[in-house]
C-alpha cells in the first residue's frame, strides 16, 4: 500500500496524551495543529525545489527553495480544519480549498454538503487533511472530486488511519500516498476506529 506511517517517539507521545479521554478542548486543539505539522512535514520529503541565489552575511550562494505557489492545502470539513493551522505554518503561502462531509448515522456512509476550491487546483499538488481514516468513504469522495478538477498529485495527510479505511482507499487510488500518525487496530461495529480517539470533529470543536 502506498502508506507511510510515522514512527517516532515524540509523535508517540504526544497521541498518548491526544487520545486520553481526560484531555481538555485546548490541548486537543493544539496536539492536532502539532502532529498536523509532523505530517506535512513528511509530506514534503519528496518536494522539487528551485535552485535560487542568495547572499549570506558572508557570501554569495546557490540553494534550493520550495515554490510554495504550487500547493493547496484541502481540510475535510469539520474536522481537518483543526490541522489546518500546523500545515500553514510549514507553507504559508499555499493556497486553501474546503470540502464539506459528514456521515450519515444509519449507512456510514459520507454526504457531500460543500465543495470551493481554487480555481487552478489542476496545476497544484494537493493536500487533503483529514485527522480521522475510518472506512475510507471520505477520502475517496474527496479524492474523486479533486481529480474530476484535473488534480494529478494528491496526498492525504491523517492522525489516526484504520486497516479497513487504508485498503479501501489504495486499492480505489493507488496513486494517492497516505502519511498517518499511527495506524490502529480496527474499526468498531459502529465504524468508529479502534482504539482511537474518538470523535475528531467533537473534541476540537468542544461540541460534546
Same mark, same amino acid.
Given at each position: 500500500?502506498?502508506?507511510? *506511517?510515522?514512527?517516532?517517539?515524540?509523535?508517540?507521545?504526544?497521541?498518548?496524551?491526544?487520545?486520553?479521554?481526560?484531555?481538555?478542548?485546548?490541548?486537543? +486543539? *493544539?496536539?492536532?495543529?502539532?502532529?498536523?505539522?509532523? #505530517?506535512?512535514?513528511?509530506?514534503?520529503?519528496?518536494?522539487?525545489?528551485?535552485? &535560487?541565489?542568495?547572499?549570506?552575511?558572508?557570501?554569495?550562494?546557490?540553494?534550493?527553495?520550495? $515554490?510554495?505557489?504550487?500547493?493547496?492545502?484541502?481540510?475535510?470539513? +469539520?474536522?481537518?480544519?483543526?490541522?489546518? $493551522?500546523? &500545515?500553514?505554518? @510549514?507553507?504559508?503561502?499555499?493556497?486553501?480549498?474546503?470540502?464539506?462531509?459528514? +456521515? =450519515? *448515522?444509519?449507512?456510514?456512509?459520507? @454526504?457531500?454538503?460543500?465543495?470551493?476550491?481554487?480555481?487552478?487546483?489542476?496545476?497544484?499538488?494537493?493536500?487533503? #487533511?483529514?485527522?480521522?481514516?475510518?472506512?475510507?468513504?471520505?477520502?475517496?469522495?474527496?479524492?474523486?472530486?479533486?481529480?474530476?478538477?484535473? &488534480?494529478?498529485?494528491?496526498?492525504?495527510?491523517?492522525?489516526?488511519?484504520?486497516? /479497513?479505511?487504508?485498503?479501501?482507499?489504495? *486499492?480505489?487510488?493507488? =496513486?494517492?500516498?497516505?502519511?498517518?500518525?499511527?495506524? $490502529?487496530?480496527?474499526?468498531? /461495529?459502529?465504524?468508529?476506529?479502534?482504539?482511537? #480517539?474518538?470523535?475528531?470533529?467533537? +473534541?476540537?470543536?468542544?461540541?460534546?
Amino acid at each position: 500500500m502506498n502508506v507511510k *506511517e510515522l514512527n517516532h517517539p515524540l509523535i508517540e507521545h504526544k497521541l498518548a496524551i491526544l487520545r486520553d479521554k481526560k484531555t481538555g478542548t485546548k490541548e486537543f +486543539r *493544539e496536539l492536532i495543529k502539532e502532529i498536523g505539522m509532523f #505530517l506535512c512535514y513528511e509530506a514534503m520529503s519528496d518536494a522539487k525545489l528551485k535552485k &535560487v541565489e542568495i547572499e549570506t552575511p558572508i557570501e554569495k550562494m546557490k540553494t534550493g527553495k520550495l $515554490d510554495e505557489d504550487n500547493y493547496a492545502f484541502v481540510p475535510i470539513l +469539520r474536522a481537518g480544519m483543526g490541522m489546518l $493551522d500546523g &500545515v500553514i505554518s @510549514v507553507i504559508p503561502n499555499a493556497k486553501i480549498g474546503h470540502i464539506g462531509m459528514y +456521515r =450519515d *448515522e444509519k449507512t456510514f456512509e459520507p @454526504v457531500n454538503y460543500f465543495f470551493k476550491v481554487p480555481k487552478d487546483i489542476a496545476k497544484r499538488e494537493v493536500i487533503i #487533511l483529514d485527522p480521522m481514516l475510518a472506512t475510507g468513504g471520505s477520502a475517496i469522495d474527496a479524492i474523486d472530486l479533486l481529480k474530476s478538477k484535473g &488534480v494529478k498529485k494528491i496526498k492525504f495527510l491523517s492522525i489516526i488511519a484504520a486497516p /479497513e479505511g487504508l485498503k479501501k482507499v489504495t *486499492e480505489k487510488h493507488p =496513486d494517492v500516498q497516505i502519511i498517518c500518525a499511527k495506524i $490502529d487496530k480496527c474499526l468498531n /461495529e459502529n465504524k468508529y476506529i479502534v482504539p482511537g #480517539l474518538g470523535d475528531a470533529g467533537d +473534541r476540537i470543536f468542544g461540541t460534546k
